[in-house]
């Protein structure tokens, strides 16, 4: 079992940039398709990005298309998304998930991960 620790949230400015990481322990990384999700106050959580094992295949939603980047690094045990033009809309708990993966698969709904981290916030100013 896989266990995500993610980092980088904090409050920025509309306009702004942040890095996210996921830090993964207790099983082989390279293994997992990993992908991230947002979850904004009384809604439910949604599909950001996803990127497959070998990082060779990305998806991303629409709303974030263009501006946020999904990376990997696997020597590191930790995934990455670089955030970019941030909007007040952005404003999300973000959590990063894993699942065993086939080779250039990614996924894209919550109902596919069995593992998650607990979240980092990230707060847009307008």
């Known amino acids: 079992q896989v266990q995500l620790v993610e980092s980088g949230g904090g409050l920025v400015q509309a306009g702004g940039s942040l890095r996210l990481s996921c830090a993964a322990s207790?099983?082989?990384?390279?293994?997992?398709?990993m992908g991230w999700f947002r979850q904004a106050p009384g809604k439910e959580r949604k599909f950001v990005a996803a990127i497959s094992w070998s990082g060779d295949t990305t998806s991303y939603a629409d709303s974030v298309k263009g501006r946020f980047t999904i990376s990997r690094d696997n020597a590191k045990s930790t995934l990455y998304l670089q955030m970019n033009s941030l909007n007040p809309e952005d404003t999300a708990v973000y959590y990063c998930?894993?699942?065993?993966?086939?080779?250039?698969?990614?996924?894209?709904?919550?109902?596919?991960?069995?593992?998650w981290g607990q979240g980092t916030q990230v707060t847009v100013s307008s």
């Open positions: 998930a894993a699942r065993i993966g086939g080779y250039g698969t990614y996924y894209e709904t919550v109902y596919e991960y069995p593992n």
């Open positions: 207790g099983s082989t990384f390279s293994s997992y398709a």
